[in-house]
């Protein structure tokens, strides 16, 4: 019996009586004192061109961990995992009754990083993700974790990488608000400082990668004058900063921003400098060839004293180009009639519901479509309508209700809730998604302590601060929330559905997501029946795909 084989025998009965990791499904939040029924392998499917993520539940008390890097192999190119520890926000407030007080989990933050609190759950959240040239098939690893110095009982890895294929940019255009100036508060450096412009390119980036475009940014409009009236605009530090947003270089898939915001100047005074700005804007995107929407953010929740100013706005853009559209959060409203080109109301202003209304004028999708001029658009976005204004389960009952069920981004609310948006999309019919901010916390709190604002934890906050003074962190990064997976995962869900459509089963992709959500107050949670209607539209996809392609090479059409 020679040495080597000793010791493999040694190691191999060590394994199997090390305690076993569990694997539960990303659309729960593993949470203290709640057990979740897991499974001893990880088996993900996943379109070519997309993320899907898994959760690894570790032993009770784990308290330091060690991953070995996670590498599934193939028929193509090998998939390389990324994967985080979850860190736990101690909720104090409630953001209605389907939220609750204490650890919820929401950062993920480096594997190596200290644990939280002792009564916190050890979980792993493990991510894969395939560009478009990835090849088909089935791929095949094993998790190695280490806790607390010991090895525990390998995880395997199974990913069904399927043959059809994910757009690399939102076919849902959507836009997101984030701020140089809150990054810089919440890191503590100087907004001017190259470091905190590199940040802002790194926040960008992580929500690009969750299929999410940004609006703000700087906020610094290029410097302008005017000579004879004709505006002459430096664009060289706004090229800088937006170009590879909106060229496809910011990241290897390609994906560029949907939308972005024109930016208003100072320098222009006058209604005649203001257009001509607004031109210079305009032709200097169709200049550059870039394909992403430009919009006018007029004022945001306009009250009847700023319609005047509204209507102001919307003539001086049109007078510019009239392909600018002009952005106008309100529900439809005869006093702005004829001003917003993307009509914006907040979510719960589209189904009515019984009892009390949250929406001064509540209005199905295709009721609101009817009332306006056919060129307007209709966006949505939430608001804390989606979950009550002032935190805590409301006092009157039918309250209560009408502030319940919506599709929400609150971190003490259920992971489906997180990622109804992209089904209810689809079903609704909406031409795009706004949500005003991603860091709002950044600028009054340490939202590694607190997120809460508007009544909800993590209303206007999806990201939190990763700094060299915290621990495991060994420089200024954006720390990605559980949430904005969630919401990834929504927008993947909107490109299942709308490939299925334009594979002819539109009647199926309907039926399938009023299975997850059959209204904005009507979420499934149960993440099993998600999951079953995942599996259900990945069959379908792939026996229409597969009938697709092969109707390209013989020239046959499909049934």
């Known amino acids: 019996m020679g040495a080597g084989w000793v010791a493999e025998w040694v190691l191999a009965g060590m394994l199997a009586a090390a305690p076993e990791p569990r694997v539960v499904s990303a659309l729960e939040k593993v949470r203290p004192g709640v057990t979740l029924k897991g499974e001893k392998e990880a088996r993900l499917s996943l379109a070519r061109g997309e993320c899907e993520g898994a959760q690894v539940v570790l032993p009770p008390g784990t308290s330091r961990v060690k991953v070995k890097p996670l590498t599934l192999r193939g028929p193509g190119k090998a998939l390389e995992a990324s994967v985080w520890r979850e860190a736990y926000l101690d909720v104090k407030t409630p953001s209605n009754s389907q939220g609750g007080t204490g650890p919820w989990p929401d950062p993920l933050v480096p594997v190596e990083a200290p644990p939280g609190a002792r009564e916190v759950p050890a979980v792993l959240y493990v991510e894969l993700c395939t560009l478009e040239a990835q090849a088909p098939g089935t791929y095949q690893g094993a998790l190695s974790v280490e806790a607390d110095g010991k090895p525990l009982a390998p995880v395997p890895f199974t990913a069904e990488v399927q043959p059809f294929v994910l757009p690399a940019t939102s076919s849902l255009p959507n836009s997101f608000g984030i701020s140089l100036y809150s990054i810089?508060?919440?890191?503590?450096?100087?907004?001017?400082?190259?470091?905190?412009?590199?940040?802002l390119h790194d926040y960008a980036r992580e929500l690009l990668a969750h299929r999410i475009s940004a609006h703000g940014m700087s906020m610094q409009p290029p410097p302008v004058r005017f000579e004879g009236?004709?505006?002459?605009?430096?664009?060289?530090?706004?090229?800088?900063?937006?170009?590879?947003?909106?060229e496809g270089t910011a990241l290897p898939s390609g994906a560029r921003f949907?939308?972005?915001d024109v930016r208003d100047s100072p320098a222009a005074r006058t209604d005649a400098e203001k257009a001509a700005y607004y031109r210079a804007f305009a032709e200097h995107f169709h200049d550059k060839g870039w394909r992403t929407q430009l919009f006018f953010y007029a004022k945001d929740e306009?009250?009847?004293e700023d319609v005047p100013l509204v209507r102001a706005q919307a003539l001086r853009v049109r007078a510019a180009n009239k392909d600018v559209p002009v952005l106008v959060t309100a529900p439809l409203d005869d006093a702005l009639r004829g001003s917003a080109d993307i009509l914006t109301p907040t979510l719960n202003c589209f189904f009515p519901r019984p009892g009390p209304q949250t929406c001064r004028n509540v209005l199905s999708p295709q009721t609101l479509r009817g009332r306006?001029?056919?060129r307007v658009k209709v966006w949505w976005y939430q608001s804390c309508n989606s979950h009550g204004c002032t935190g805590g389960p409301a006092e009157d009952p039918a309250v209560e209700k009408a502030y319940s069920g919506w599709a929400s981004y609150m971190v003490d609310h259920p992971a489906p809730l997180n990622r109804a948006m992209g089904p209810l999309a689809f079903l609704a019919g909406v031409d795009g998604e706004l949500y005003f901010d991603t860091v709002y916390a950044y600028n009054t709190k340490d939202p590694w302590q607190d997120v809460f604002e508007f009544g909800g934890n993590g209303d206007g906050t999806l990201f939190y601060p990763g700094t060299p003074a915290r621990p495991g962190f060994s420089r200024h990064q954006p720390v990605t929330s559980l949430r904005l997976k969630h919401i990834r995962d929504g927008l993947e869900d909107y490109e299942y559905l709308r490939l299925l459509e334009a594979l002819g089963e539109r009647t199926f992709?309907?039926?399938?997501?009023?299975?997850?959500?059959?209204?904005?107050?009507?979420v499934e949670t149960d993440a099993r029946q998600w999951e079953q209607v995942r599996r259900e539209?990945?069959?379908r996809l792939r026996k229409r795909w597969e009938a697709s392609e092969y109707a390209?090479?013989?020239g046959v059409r499909p049934k």
């Open 184 to 199: 810089a508060r919440g890191h503590g450096l100087k907004p001017e400082s190259p470091e905190a412009r590199e940040l």
């Open 229 to 246: 009236g004709k505006p002459v605009v430096d664009f060289r530090a706004y090229d800088a900063e937006l170009a590879p947003f909106l």
């Open 258 to 260: 949907t939308t972005t």
């Open 302 to 304: 306009p009250k009847p």
């Open 372 to 374: 306006l001029d056919p």
């Open 509 to 522: 992709a309907r039926e399938a997501a009023r299975r997850l959500a059959r209204s904005g107050y009507e």
């Open 537 to 539: 539209m990945t069959t």
């Open 552 to 554: 390209k090479r013989s």
